[in-house]
């Protein structure tokens, strides 16, 4: 299956702004799914200053970290 994970939400709210990312990188990579994520309007905020250091959501891991296991997994990500 292809998959195609749509993030909008930003810094401003990380555990929203993790979903999409924990999906993809503990969901559909996991089982071997062709994945890509694209990162659109305020999710681009992340990429800003010191904000995916500083990223942690409740209940899903640190943004900085998913980002990292899609990245070793081949995952493209738009910006």
């Known amino acids: 299956m292809k998959f ?3 993030g909008t939400i930003g ?3 990380p555990t929203t702004a993790s979903l999409a990312l924990h999906m993809a990188a503990n969901g559909s990579v996991e089982v071997g799914h062709e994945t890509s994520v694209l990162l659109a309007g305020h ?4 990429f800003v200053g010191d904000n995916m250091n500083q990223m942690k959501g409740v209940g899903v891991p640190p943004v900085k970290d998913l980002l990292e296991k899609l990245k070793a997994s081949g995952v493209t990500v738009y910006v």
């Open 11 to 13: 810094a401003s709210d």
């Open 4 to 6: 195609l994970y749509i």
């Open 43 to 46: 999710s681009t905020d992340i």
